[in-house]
């Protein structure tokens, strides 16, 4: 691989000269700002960030990776479980200038760039009363949350958000920029929904968008965390009848220092059910009555909010710098094995900020075909997701133990399938059990057409044949 020491001031000039956008070298000033990303497990170095303006610049900067032998890292939102963001001594292909978003209020969609956040477009779509099913964290890219599948609080109603893709530009290796759609390249955009970012870079998405808000029916209720068994036993009953307007998931947690939550619960083990409804707030308030009629709520903040409130509502325990890994997979069913293991390493978590989540799939995610998106495993009734996450620096490697023990002990109640969005770095293996071997086969084939030489390998990987 070359590195910065190999590139020589000529070759990069050269390179910046054809960009609309900023070059950054190590050792400029915005360097080390513009290295970072989200997750602050991975400290990398690359050696040159392109953060790019527009579609050429991203033809340009491919060009240039191609030419020079770099590693390429493409960054929407950074905020890539895995790293994959980012990339030591390699290009970083930065689309976070890349603002644009256009509504189509009568059309019922929107266009977003590659550097748009889900705060962002919510922001926009939002004062036309439209959304589509977006990230639980604001400040998620829009591109790699949707290439990778999309779970948020409209699946159940509206889809995944790659469900909800409907055309994107996308930047193939070989420098071509080109429309995916199910008239235009419709092989590439089965690939794109759901298959990741191994098919090129996409700078724009069109993305159906349908009527909420702009006040919705939702939020968390919390209960003592010695209860995790019952409240989870409730659960599995509560999500067999649920309408499709109502995403819910189960949160177990270690109370933060949040003004939302009695100061004498700080430190202490919950269990938060959080649910959101699409529909009418009245609808919803009926329907989410049940998960605040357990008797003893240590905090019940359900309520009619903006639907941009519940987008962010959890961005504050997940500030850019958290240090996490996940460990995930869906269940068979919620049966009592896992009830019983999930109480119990939610009581011996190691790190204060580390949760087990569980969310309710069912609804509009299981009527989409299985072979109409490139995403796996529809069928799913719920998805569990092990994170482990310190805010402190060092200590990441004793956390992710507890997360793989967990994982270990509540596997038998496991598919043995994974969700893209929620892996780490876990090898091909993982990545070909997200698919099954007949999607993985079709995506091969997808990567040996478009990128033969796997250039964009920074990812969940499907390597070429």
Known sequence: MATQGVL????????????????????????????????????????????????????????????????VAVRGGSHSIPGFSTC?????????????????????????????????????????GLATTGGLISTTGVAGFTLGGGIGWLMRKYGLACDNLRSAEVVTADGQILTASATENPDLFWGLRGGGGNFGVVTSFELDLHPVGPTVAAGPVFYAGDRAEEIMRFYRDFARELPDELSTLVNLITAPPAPFLP?????????????????????????????????????????????????????????KGTQAYMKAGYFRELDDHAIETMARFHQNATSPSSEIHIQHFGG???????????????????????????????????????AQRFYAEIEPSLTGAAYINFLSSEGEDRVQAAYGPEKFARLRALKDRYDPTNLFHLNQNIPPS
């Not at 609309?20 to 700002?33: F, K, Q, S, V």
């Not at 292909?93 to 748009?116: F, N």
């Not at 060092?394 to 956390?399: D, P, R, W």
Request: aromatic share 6%; hydrophobic share 40%; glycine share 12%.
């Open 8 to 71: 020589g001031a000529a070759t990069l000039k050269e390179f910046e000269d054809g960009l609309h956008g900023e070059l950054i070298r190590p050792g400029d000033g915005a360097y080390d700002e513009a290295r970072s990303i989200w997750n602050g497990a991975h400290d990398a170095r690359p050696a040159v960030i392109a953060r790019c303006a527009d579609s050429s610049d991203v033809r340009h900067a491919i060009g240039f990776a191609r030419s020079e032998g770099l590693d």
């Open 364 to 402: 509009a995610i299981a009527r989409v075909g299985e072979d109409e998106t490139a995403h796996g495993k529809r069928q799913a009734p719920f998805v569990l997701n092990a994170i482990a996450s310190t805010h402190e620096p060092g200590g990441l490697e004793t956390h992710i133990d507890w």
């Open 263 to 319: 100061e004498d619960w700080h430190g202490k083990k919950l269990v938060g059910l959080v649910g959101c409804y699409s529909g009418d707030p009245d609808a919803g308030m009926k329907a989410l009555q049940p998960i605040r009629d357990l008797g003893d709520a240590v905090a019940d903040l359900v309520g009619p909010m903006p639907y941009v409130q519940m987008q962010s509502l959890l961005d504050a325990l997940w500030p």
């Open 88 to 128: 030591d001594d390699g290009l970083v292909i930065d689309l976070t200038p890349m603002k644009g978003i256009t509504v189509d209020a009568s059309g019922a969609t929107a266009t977003a760039e590659g550097g748009v956040t889900w705060g962002e477009f919510d922001g926009a779509t939002q004062e036309h």
